[in-house]
């Protein structure tokens, strides 16, 4: 009880946070496309960048669940901030707490937990997506060193990131790598011109014959690419699916207020059934999203296996409410819906996003009707 | 239950393709013949360390060492 009442309490001052520290600058945040240094630095202070890692890492130590509630807390304030931990703490900082060695984890994962090095996850590519396994960035190795050439493209942080974990092809098969900018060989481009994620410093990375010591390869040359991508993304969507809930939740919370705070003929606007009925939708899917990501952190909390197909159905569902619910709520604010002034019109934006990283709700949808086509088949 | 059947059921959970449509025998690769995917690999070795307590070494991470029934087998009565 007494660990669960410290857990409660980090998210408590999380919400603190985010509402305060956050949520007030989320536009600024975007219009000006950077997530502020001083930001990140004060999370990392607070153990933000690091709230799932044990404690051993620097971590909060908070449990799948709890980490699930803080992600919610700080998504709900801004996207781009959530995509931070997204990446740093769930993609990388979890991979590599599962599959980097006790050298590589004590090398990397204070520094990232301090903030001191912010990560991020290379995989997909100008012309590779979901095909993970068809990427063209390649290594090869001269002695004891990978030299990696090649291009990825919409890295997530890319652009402020010290770390990169980088999945390239070469002679000895598929291989992830920790890839450290300040080694030199690594050139990072910010993408402009975005729908949304504005201040998440999305970019194209290039690597032009990067060096990376033998020490840097994460499990073996090969053999573990698989194993490293697939725990990667599992994490990724286990956010994601927090993240969905958080847009979903604040969109509903924003038409909740403006349809008791505006009037029209004569009345506020949540006396109309019609809105009555869009309200009534949005609380039930949240709910039941809620129940989906609760699930499957419990799932994950007690090492159950089918804990990723929880969460693939639970970052599936999230990431559509979060679409159907933001379309909603732009609807009862009427013009003011389509207005920056208005954060349902970036909500909106931000929602689409999630149904298309973290593997689309199409390749989603593949992976659990061949889960279901199993689970529900009557011999 | 025997170690062989355990693991056979496990597989058969996770298959790509339907359980009455792979036909496979204790020494038949299951990724070559296309009946698991990467994602597989993944939760065997998960299962494996969660169901028999073993902690599976980055250096043990070949697919080799998980592609047959025979090969799963007897990696856990090694490492048991």
Redesign the interface.
């Known amino acids: 009880m007494k660990e669960q009442a410290r857990q409660e309490r980090i998210i408590a001052e999380a919400r603190e946070f985010a509402n305060t520290k956050i949520r007030p600058f989320a536009a600024e945040f975007e219009h000006t496309g950077i997530l502020p240094g001083d930001l990140i630095k004060e999370m990392a202070g607070r153990g933000y960048l690091a709230a799932g890692f044990p404690r051993e890492f620097d971590g909060l130590g908070l449990d799948p669940v709890n980490y699930g509630f803080f992600t919610e807390e700080i998504g709900k304030a801004c996207a781009s901030t959530r995509g931070l931990l997204t990446v740093h703490t769930s993609l990388v900082g979890e991979a590599l707490l599962r599959w980097a060695n006790d050298a590589q984890k004590e090398k990397w994962l204070k520094p990232m937990a301090r903030g001191e090095k912010i990560a991020c996850f290379a995989l997909t590519e100008p012309d590779v997506g979901t095909d993970a396994k068809s990427i063209q960035t390649s290594y090869r190795k001269e002695g004891n060193t990978y030299f990696i050439n090649g291009r990825k493209k919409w890295i997530t942080m890319g652009d402020i990131a010290d770390l990169f974990l980088v999945v390239a092809q070469g002679e000895g098969g598929v291989t992830a790598f920790i890839v450290e900018r300040d080694k030199g060989g690594v050139k990072t481009e910010r993408i402009k011109g975005l729908l949304a994620g504005k201040a998440a410093h999305i970019a194209e990375v290039e690597f032009n014959e990067t060096q990376v010591p033998a020490e840097n390869v994460i499990t073996k040359e090969g053999g573990g690419f698989s194993y490293v991508v697939n725990t990667a993304l599992d994490h990724g969507r286990y956010s994601i699916a927090w993240g969905g809930l958080a847009l979903a939740v604040e969109a509903t919370e924003a038409m909740v207020t403006y349809s008791r705070k505006r009037s029209q003929f004569g009345k506020k606007i949540y006396n109309h059934q019609l809105i009555q009925g869009i309200i009534g939708d949005a609380v039930t899917k949240i709910h039941a999203g809620r129940a989906l990501c609760m699930r499957a952190g419990e799932m994950r909390k007690s090492g159950d296996g089918d804990a990723v197909i929880e969460t693939t159905i639970a970052k599936y569902f999230t990431s559509k409410i979060a679409m159907q619910v933001a379309i909603d709520a732009v609807q009862v604010h009427g013009g003011n819906g389509c207005y920056d002034q208005y954060p349902v019109e970036r909500i909106f934006r931000e929602a689409k996003i999630l149904e298309i990283i973290e593997g689309t709700s199409q390749v989603q949808q593949e992976i659990i009707s061949s889960f279901g086509l199993r689970r529900y088949y009557r011999k | 239950m025997e170690l062989n059947e355990k693991i056979r059921r496990f597989i058969e959970?996770n298959?790509?393709v339907?359980?009455d449509e792979a036909e496979f025998e204790d020494d038949d690769n299951i990724f070559e013949m296309g009946f698991v995917n990467?994602?597989f690999?993944?939760?065997m070795?998960?299962?494996i360390e969660?169901e028999f307590g073993i902690e599976i070494s980055?250096?043990d991470?070949?697919?080799s060492n998980f592609s047959t029934v025979n090969r799963i087998v007897n990696y856990i009565n090694e490492k048991k």
């Open positions: 959970a298959l790509v339907f359980e990467s994602l690999a993944m939760k070795v998960n299962y969660q980055n250096d991470l070949e697919i």
